[in-house]
């Protein structure tokens, strides 16, 4: 009991005597005890002041100790009760019963000395201590591994980002709230980008750490290296080295790739990892898994391993090509029949999903299927990433837009310079910077919650098409689960409800001013992450 | 018989002086407090605050070590909770000749 605080005690009993008693058994400073005399003065007592444990007596006329009990637990379900009484002594096996289905009720019996009663007072708020201890511990451990979690993702590329001509989009699902898996996306020339995903054994804790550590070991060894220079063997060479001197036990699948757009050329070396999947929309069809070069064991798997340039592969890319990424977390997704999605389910979903071409939801409704499909028990960490090149159709345009005020309001420009110049309509200009303005401030405060992040990014598509524009906004803010309303193919969520709300309390906009601009709004949200809007505007 | 009960509050929860005398107090004035509605309450044939008063006499002299009184209310409370008005009858005699031998010392 040293050091520690003092016991704070409400003992309801009838009987003064008794009251006396127990207030002379636990004296301060180690006790404070507050003596009440009946049910209904123990319960205002109790809503007015903090306890640490409860002495009740049972038989008390009116509302007895186990009643006052239960109006207790409707208050507080886990403040220890110590119940007193001489009824056990008459064998009555029900009030044991009783008393016992209640896992923080403790029993004395009433006839005690004041060592016991004591001993049984320290020994209950011991174990309170304790367990909370343990809960604050745990507590305090899940926050620890939620903002290592946040942490993570910052190490991450943008969800998607178009950078030259070239756009790459990923989805991660950590199996816990951090991922052993990483994903480098690096340019190192005009049309020249370097690619790596890895995967490390395990996942938790001790993976995600690793994680973190070769992620930053990669940045560190592309900052020293001549860009030029950099070939995927030396990189598998550095990691190794790598993982060797930090002594984990843990090893790496990886595939690193330098993927040259301007000549259609793929050079990559696998360790361990599952070859990318290629796809051609234009052809419909991926190139197959025995064209490329089978590569070396894991990173670090075993001491001294060397990687040879003679195991990099080439690979020669069709001009439109998709090139999907991934770890073997997909592939060990399950059904409720534990069965395994398996790789062929995927090939299948990148050829229905991409025929158009890689969009910023590619992934996103990729996963949604599989999800879709019921394969929902997820044993490992999940990564998709995807790399093309950005070919637009004419008057169609894409925007990659942190959610920060600055660059909302610098896009809201953009987009009407856009639209006069296309539309040459100053009032459709003028109606759509106003939607940008409503709907894009509204997901950073409201649906990303923050005002003036970097991330996650929100995507924006404009398409002039003959008789409308079409606008497709993508962002991973809160889910929608509610119905628009008078606005067809339309599906919306309380994010609009708050919208409507808080706008026409402050302005009479929001919401309204959405559905007057636009001939129609959809919304979907895909593998309980991305929302995509669409919004479709009449030219007049 | 009272230097009983002191002895017995000083060995089993240290209390000495003012403090033990205070208890005893108390729990003369328990007995007198639940003795006195005896009469009234077994009148009414209610049973159920009858019992009462004995379960709460019977503990106090428990934690007094007032054996005599525990055993005599002990009884008393069967009896009670078995409504057994003439054996109440019979047996809250001994509890009031112990009560005033206790308030004779």
Not at chain 2, 59 to 65: I, R, T
């Amino acid at each position: 009991m040293e050091n520690s605080p003092s016991i704070k005690i409400l003992a309801v009993d009838d009987d003064s005597f008794m009251r006396q008693l127990i207030a002379r058994c636990l004296p301060e400073p180690d006790f404070i005890v507050t003596p009440c005399p009946n049910a209904m003065e123990a319960m205002t007592v109790f809503k007015e002041k903090q306890f640490d444990l409860l002495i009740l007596d049972i038989m008390m006329p009116g509302i007895s100790g186990l009643q006052l009990r239960s109006l207790i637990r409707q208050e507080n379900a886990t403040i220890p009760i110590m119940l007193l009484t001489a009824k056990v002594d008459d064998a009555e096996g029900s009030l044991l019963k009783e008393i016992s289905s209640d896992k923080n009720t403790y029993y004395q019996n009433k006839k005690f000395t004041k060592s016991e009663l004591q001993s049984l007072v320290k020994s209950i708020m011991g174990r309170v201590w304790q367990a909370k201890q343990e809960k604050d511990y745990f507590i305090e451990m899940e926050n620890d591994i939620s903002l290592a979690g946040e942490i993570q993702k910052h190490m991450f590329p943008h969800w998607w980002t178009l950078d030259g001509g070239i756009q790459f989009c990923h989805y991660f699902r950590p199996y816990m709230k951090i991922t052993g898996d990483m994903i480098t996306h690096f340019k190192l020339e005009d049309g020249v980008f370097l690619e790596i995903i890895g995967d490390i054994s395990g996942h938790g804790i001790q993976s995600a750490l690793t994680m973190s550590a070769v992620e930053n070991s990669i940045s560190n060894y592309i900052r020293k290296t001549l860009l030029s220079d950099i070939q995927p063997h030396h990189i598998l060479n550095h990691l190794q080295a790598f993982m060797e001197d930090i002594s984990t036990e843990k090893y790496m699948t990886c595939l690193v790739a330098i993927v040259d757009f301007n000549v259609n050329m793929m050079t990559y070396q696998l360790a361990g990892h599952q070859a990318p999947i290629i796809f051609s929309p234009s052809q419909n069809k991926t190139i197959p898994a025995k064209d490329f070069k089978t590569g070396s064991i894991p990173v670090g798997l075993l001491k001294g391993t060397v990687y040879n340039e003679s195991d990099t592969g080439i690979i020669q890319l069709p001009d439109d090509a998709i090139i999907f990424l991934y770890t073997d977390g997909l592939g060990d997704i399950q059904d409720d029949a534990g069965e395994d999605a398996g790789e062929e389910l995927l090939h299948q979903l990148v050829s229905s999903i991409s025929h158009e071409g890689l969009r910023p939801s590619t992934n996103f409704k990729i996963m949604d299927i599989y999800f879709k499909a019921g394969y929902t028990n997820i044993s490992d960490d999940i990564t998709l990433a995807a790399i093309s090149r950005h070919t637009l159709r004419p008057h169609n345009y894409d925007f990659s837009i942190s959610p920060s005020v600055y660059e909302i309001d610098q896009f809201v420009q953009k987009a009407n310079n856009l639209v006069l110049e296309h539309t040459h309509d100053e009032i459709l200009a003028g109606k759509v910077e106003i939607l940008f303005s409503e709907f894009l401030n509204n997901i950073a405060v409201h649906g990303l919650g923050r005002r003036n992040a970097k991330r996650p990014i929100i995507s924006v598509h404009i398409e002039f098409l003959e008789e409308n524009m079409m606008i497709t906004v993508c962002d991973q803010g809160k889910a929608w689960d509610m119905q628009l309303g008078e606005t067809s193919n339309t599906q919306t969520d309380n994010f609009f409800s708050d919208l409507k709300n808080r706008r026409l309390e402050f302005h009479g906009r929001g919401l309204h001013l959405l559905k007057s601009i636009s001939k129609s709004i959809t919304r979907s949200r895909y593998a309980g992450t991305l929302n995509e809007t669409i919004f479709l505007i009449n030219y007049k | 018989m009272k230097q009983q009960i002191l002895d017995y509050l000083r060995d089993s929860f240290g209390l000495e002086g003012s403090d033990a005398e205070d208890l005893y107090q108390s729990y003369v004035e328990t007995l007198n407090e639940n003795i006195s509605k005896f009469d009234s309450l077994l009148a009414d044939d209610n049973f159920t605050d009858f019992t009462r008063a004995a379960h709460t006499i019977k503990g106090c002299a428990m934690n007094s070590g007032h054996q005599e009184m525990h055993l005599a209310a002990l009884e008393l409370e069967k009896a009670a909770k078995a409504n057994d008005k003439a054996l109440c009858l019979q047996l809250m005699e001994p509890v009031k000749n112990i009560y005033m031998q206790l308030k004779g010392a």
